[in-house]
């Protein structure tokens, strides 16, 4: 897969909430995108997976591709799980939305955890590794929103990034300047055009 975004800028009703952002990003590729808090994490991970359109600029594949193929991961007040739920719902609740059959008790197996726990009590290197398992299997894009507002500790959500773009995905992950500025590689940036290119992870 080859997302491209050109300038995006996202504006609400109150005023901007992304300044002109630009990325690329392919098939095995990972790429951190950093910014400040407010700087419109958010608002650029709904663009590169088609579920807003831009005030300005572009993103290709076209949004109808970018819903069928990408997955926006855990992004505050969209698609993270209600904190006060329990696992076993969450998965459940995961499971049916992308319609695909898998044992749970496996996944509580595989990912040490037992059904009745809240889910706002869920480690967050396993939360992390869990909500991207839970992934429908045909997604080509995640876009991973914010891991480091769950911890201050990268180890936490690197490596599972990393395997995604491993396993062959493209991988998106929107952090904060601190939490950047700890990985190996140099990050791109929110509101800047021209960017590093991202992480190959494949030879």
Known sequence: MDVRADRVAVTGAHGPLLRATSLRVRSGELA?????????????????????TPSA???????????????????????EPE????????????????RVRRSRTELLDKH????????????PAVRIALLTDLVRPGADLLVLDTPDRHTADVGDWWPTALAQAQSGRAVVVLCGTAAADRLPLTPARLGEHFQPAPLETLS
């Open 112 to 123: 040490g955890l037992t059904a009745r726990t809240r889910f706002e009590a869920v480690p």
């Open 57 to 79: 600029g572009s993103v290709e594949p076209c949004a109808a591709e970018l819903r069928e193929r990408a997955v926006l991961v855990d992004a505050p007040g969209v698609t």
């Open 32 to 52: 951190v995108v950093a910014g400040d808090p407010g700087q419109g994490h958010t608002a650029f991970g709904l663009a590169l997976t088609g579920r807003i």
């Open 83 to 98: 904190p006060g739920l329990k696992v076993i719902d969450v998965i459940t609740e995961e499971l049916a939305l992308t």
